[in-house]
Each structure stands twice: as structure tokens, then as C-alpha cells.
């Protein structure tokens, strides 16, 4: 069983189903409401725990409602939340989604999320350094992540990078991190204005841009490769990325190779959006082996 430290946000999903999206000053009826458990710190978790990992989840959760139901849904899902500290008086994130016109639209409010900070993480770092892989996001502060980057240099430790929500990165942090895994608006506001080519090469066996229903690109050193994904009927995308950044997490961890890696993660991520809800869709190991 490979050893997954994963920093970054839980928060609790409120999300509408509408058929149509309303625009700036517009009511619209919608359909239906629900909350489900989200954030990409925890998708990611969860989604690691599912596939077999054994998982440390870094992070926190306000002290109120949806905190509980937060931790709750990490122990029903094999996570370890002895490294989830409650933040007193403070709300839980919350991530307040539009399902629309076969799409989403999400406002994430961060809360709790925002006292992950280094100092926060620093006193995680016994479990880090025991890890396999540490996967990470952004919906947690950039001093975390740069703390981050520079501990598991230090330490040793392979480190993956998805860049979501969308921010620049310092050139630095991107030398530092082992795996970074765009997709293809964060590929654009990371590199801005380079040619795609262009970053690829340079950051070969590291980039790997996913883009969606077509696959994830990366350069090998010798050549670029589009690994495709999986033909399947879309019925919610949320979440497709965290599969993805889990799965892909898991079989690196295995030492499995980077096209058997990008395989699994997209067999994973394409059961994913099958499904409603980010974590809801999300597979076991056997359902992704099942027709590997
Ligand atoms: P994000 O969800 O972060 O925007 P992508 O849209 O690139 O990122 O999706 C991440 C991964 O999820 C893709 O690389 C692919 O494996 C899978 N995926 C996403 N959408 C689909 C789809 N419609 N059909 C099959 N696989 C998908």
C-alpha cells in the first residue's frame, strides 16, 4: 500500500442544478439543491483512498456544521484526519456550485481553508517525509504552497502540483515540484503567451497538461505524447481533474510508467463523470482495473 500525504482544502459543495445559467442580474428557477462533502484537498484524498492508498489528509475545518460532516466523510472514506485540525470560530469552506447548460460554474469561499499555513503544515512534516508522493492544489495559501515545494525538495519526497484554481507560479516552485498537471486554461495562465510546445520541452516528464476528453499531453524527452481518455457519457465533469491528480498520484507512487500512469488516472477520471457529485463518482480500484 503506498503512503499519500495530501495538503490542501475540504470544503462543503452547495450545488444547483438549473437549465439554464442566470447572468449578471438575472433570476432563474432552478431545479434542484444539494450539499455534498468537496474541496480539492479532499476530493483528491478521498478519491486516493478509494483506489488503495493509504492517505493522510493536511488540512482544516471549521468549527461548525459542516466541519463534522466534513470529517465524517474522510473517516467513511479511509482517510486519516489525525493532521485535520478544526479552526475555532471559523466557518468551513464552501464551494457554491451552478450545474448548467451541461457545465459548471463554482465560487469558492475559502474559510478555514486559509489557516493552512506553512507554519500549519510544519508541524505535519514527520508524516510528509514518510510519504510516497505529497499531492497538493491552490485553493490553500501560495506561501503553503511554496513552503511545500521547498520541504519536499529538502525532504526528498516527489511532490505533485495540480495548479487549480488558476494563479501564476514563481519559476522557482515550478523547478521544485516533481509533477505539475495543468489543464488547459492553467496551462495559459501559468505560461501566458509560450507556445504549448514550447513548455512541454522544457519541462519534459514533468508537465503533464490534461485537456479534458481528448487526454493529457506531455513531453517524454524525445517526443511529445497525447494519451487519450476514455469515451464515456459525461454527466458531471466536477471533480474529473481531482480524479484524475489522485489516480495519477497512486500509480506514480506504485512506480508505475508515466503512459501506464496516465492510463489509469484517465480510465479513473473518465468513471469519474459518469457520475453526479465530485466525490460521488469516484471509483475503487476495481472498477478501475475492471476494464483497464
Ligand atoms: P479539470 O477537471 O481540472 O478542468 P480536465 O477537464 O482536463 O480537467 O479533466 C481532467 C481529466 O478528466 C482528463 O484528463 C480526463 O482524463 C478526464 N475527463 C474529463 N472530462 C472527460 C470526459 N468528458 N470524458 C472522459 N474523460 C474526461
Known sequence: ????????????????????????????????????????????????????????????VGDDHYGKIILDNFKKNGVNIDYVEPVTHMESGTA????????????????????????????????????????????????????????????NVPLLLNPAPARQLKEEVIEQVTYLTPNEHETMVLFKEKAKEEVLHKYANKLFITEGKAGVRYFNGKEEVLVPSYKVEAVDTTGAGDTFNAAFAVALAEKKSFDESIRFANRAASLSVTKFGAQGGMPTREQVEGNL
Do not use: W
Not at 428557477?29 to 493536511?58: C, D, H, R
Not at 456550485?97 to 500549519?120: H, M, Q, R
Not at 503544515?121 to 503553503?144: F, M, R
Open 1 to 60: 500500500m503506498v503512503k499519500i500525504s495530501v495538503i490542501g482544502s475540504s470544503s462543503m459543495d452547495l450545488v444547483v442544478t438549473s437549465s439554464k445559467r442566470p447572468s449578471a442580474g438575472e433570476t432563474v428557477l432552478g431545479e434542484s439543491f444539494k450539499t455534498v462533502p468537496g474541496g480539492k484537498g479532499a476530493n483528491q484524498a478521498v478519491a486516493a483512498a478509494k483506489l488503495g492508498a493509504e492517505v493522510y489528509m493536511i488540512g482544516r
Open 96 to 155: 457554491h456550485i451552478i450545474l448548467a447548460e451541461g457545465d459548471n460554474s463554482i465560487v469558492v469561499v475559502k474559510g478555514a481553508n486559509d489557516f493552512i499555513t506553512p507554519e500549519y503544515v510544519e508541524s505535519a512534516k514527520e508524516i510528509i517525509k514518510a510519504s510516497d508522493i505529497v499531492l497538493i492544489q491552490q485553493e490553500i495559501p501560495e506561501e503553503t504552497v511554496e513552503y511545500v515545494a521547498s520541504l519536499c525538495k529538502e525532504v
